[in-house]
């Protein structure tokens, strides 16, 4: 079946460095999404991402995130200078339909920033 | 925005007991996911369920859409069912990004 991937499973960073987190979403989907999950928290909403163009951010996304689809095949989120506070899991997501179709979850990558 | 709220906030099972997990949203939704957060911090999709019931397994769950309800039900709990469970609700207009409940940390022991 196939799945959502995402590189790197572990990454631990300096606060200020600049982190690229990459995904693989499935071939046919359309849709994109990043989820973070502060520790022992909910899962919050990032950014939505369709036709190469972000299509809704959330509150948290902010000038020090950004999203690419560099490739047609890779989805990446980076962050730019990062804060004590953005240390979290980040899940890539991806579906095929809008309204009518499951979000299918990669297994997270865990940002530790020190 | 929608809300989202699960209950209970934890249970603690011996192996071999069923239990009932419920999520209630506070406006009407086009579908409904439940996703198992393993150890390992992984989220599991268990079911898509706008309305209806399906099962999978030890696993069925219920959406009661008119009345903003689900339910999952756990079937002869074992050790490797422990974890977290989230529902979650795609939010109104926009890109259906999905809201997330509290979640429900479940403990099962031998």
């Known amino acids: 079946e196939p799945e959502v991937t995402q590189t790197p499973s572990h990454q631990v960073t300096q606060m200020g460095q600049e982190v690229i987190l990459r995904c693989v979403p499935i071939?046919?989907?359309?849709?994109f999404y990043w989820y973070r999950q502060i520790l022992g928290q909910k899962v919050e909403f990032l950014v939505s991402f369709y036709n190469n163009e972000i299509s809704e951010k959330s509150e948290i996304f902010d000038d020090q995130f950004s999203v690419e689809r560099p490739d047609g095949s890779n989805f990446t989120l980076k962050i730019r200078s990062t804060k004590l506070e953005d240390s979290a899991m980040y899940f890539c997501a991806s579906r095929y339909l809008l309204t009518t179709d499951t979000q299918y979850f990669g297994p997270g990558t865990r940002l530790t920033v020190l | 925005g929608i809300q989202v709220e699960q209950s209970p906030p934890d249970l603690i099972l011996q192996e071999g007991a069923n239990s009932t997990l419920r999520c209630n949203f506070s406006?009407?939704?086009?579908?409904l996911q439940w996703f198992h957060q393993n150890p390992w911090g992984q989220l599991i999709n268990l079911f898509y369920?706008?309305?209806g019931t399906k099962q999978n397994g030890r696993l069925s769950a219920t959406t009661v859409a008119t009345e903003r309800y689900s339910l999952l039900y756990i079937s002869s709990s074992q050790t490797t069912d422990s974890g977290v469970y989230f529902c979650a609700v795609p939010s109104s207009g926009g890109y259906n990004k999905l809201i997330f409940g509290a979640g429900t940390r479940l403990a099962v022991h031998p």
């Open positions: 406006d009407s939704v086009n579908n």
């Open positions: 369920i706008p309305s």
């Open positions: 071939s046919n989907h359309l849709y």
